[in-house]
C-alpha cells in the first residue's frame, strides 16, 4: 500500500462551524505534513508531525488544530475559519530519518470552501 | 534558509517535442535531496523524478531527466517525446537530508503541451 489517503475530498463549512480533515497512511511512514494550497500556487508547510510528535509549526493561526492520535493517523481540526482558508489542503508523508530513499508521498487532498 | 527559484512561470511545447524547465536552490546543507513533483489539473501531486545530492549521476525516469549541476545549484528537468497528458504545473522541490523537516517547493512552472 503505497497510497495517502484523505477524507473528505470536498467540504463546504460556514465560519461558525467545526470540522475535521483526516488523513491516512499504512507505509510506516514516521513523518506526516499538512500543507495548505491556493491555486496555481506552490504548497505551503502548515505542521509538521515526526514520531507522532509536532516538530513544526508554521506559526499557523490557532483555528488550525492538528492531531496525530497514532502513527498512521493525521488529523486538522478546524474551527472559526474565515473565507480566506478556503484552499486545497494536502496532506503528504515520508519515511523520515536516513533511510536515503526519501519523498513525499501526497494524498489527493481536501478542497475546503468557508463561506 | 533554502530557496528554490523556477524563472519560468509559464512554458508551452509542441507534442512529441523536447522541453527544459528551470530550478535553481540556495543551500548551505551538504546533504538534500531535490524532486519534480507534477500537479495536473486534478490537483493530485505526483512525484516525477528525484535526485539525491550525493550522488554524481544524473537521474532518470523513462522520458524524465534531469541535469543535476551541484556546484551551481541548479536542477533543470527535461521530458523528452512530450506527450498531452504532461500538461500540468510543475514545481521543483528541495528537502534536507536527515528529514522530519519541511519540504521546500518553488514557485512552479506550467506547462502547457499543444498537439
Known amino acids: 500500500d503505497t497510497e495517502v489517503t484523505q477524507t473528505p475530498k470536498h467540504l463546504v463549512m460556514g465560519m461558525t462551524n467545526k470540522k475535521s480533515l483526516k488523513c491516512e497512511q499504512h507505509m510506516g511512514h514516521r513523518a506526516m505534513y499538512w500543507y495548505k494550497q491556493k491555486a496555481k500556487k506552490p504548497p505551503e508547510l502548515m505542521f509538521v508531525y515526526s514520531y507522532e510528535k509536532l516538530s513544526i509549526n508554521e506559526s499557523v493561526p490557532s483555528r488550525f488544530s492538528p492531531e496525530c492520535p497514532n502513527s498512521s493517523l493525521l488529523n486538522l481540526h478546524l474551527h472559526a475559519l474565515q473565507p480566506e482558508d478556503s484552499a486545497l489542503y494536502l496532506c503528504?508523508?515520508?519515511?523520515?530519518?536516513?533511510?536515503?530513499?526519501?519523498?513525499?508521498?501526497f494524498g489527493s487532498g481536501t478542497q475546503l470552501s468557508v463561506l | 534558509a533554502q530557496t528554490v527559484t523556477q524563472s519560468q512561470p509559464e512554458m508551452s511545447v509542441q507534442e512529441a517535442e523536447t522541453v527544459t524547465l528551470s530550478c535553481t536552490y540556495d543551500t548551505s546543507e551538504s546533504n538534500y535531496y531535490l524532486f519534480w513533483y507534477k500537479q495536473p489539473p486534478s490537483r493530485q501531486m505526483i512525484l516525477v523524478i528525484r535526485q539525491e545530492a550525493y550522488k554524481q549521476q544524473n537521474a532518470t525516469e523513462n522520458r524524465f531527466s534531469v541535469n543535476f549541476q551541484k556546484a551551481a545549484k541548479s536542477f533543470s528537468l527535461k521530458i523528452s517525446d512530450s506527450q498531452l497528458g504532461d500538461t500540468a504545473m510543475y514545481f521543483c522541490?528541495?528537502?534536507?537530508?536527515?528529514?522530519?523537516?519541511?519540504?521546500?517547493f518553488g514557485p512552479g512552472t506550467s506547462l502547457s503541451v499543444i498537439p
Open positions: 522541490a528541495f528537502m534536507k537530508s536527515p528529514s522530519y523537516d519541511k519540504v521546500i
Open positions: 503528504a508523508s515520508s519515511q523520515g530519518g536516513q533511510g536515503g530513499n526519501e519523498k513525499l508521498f
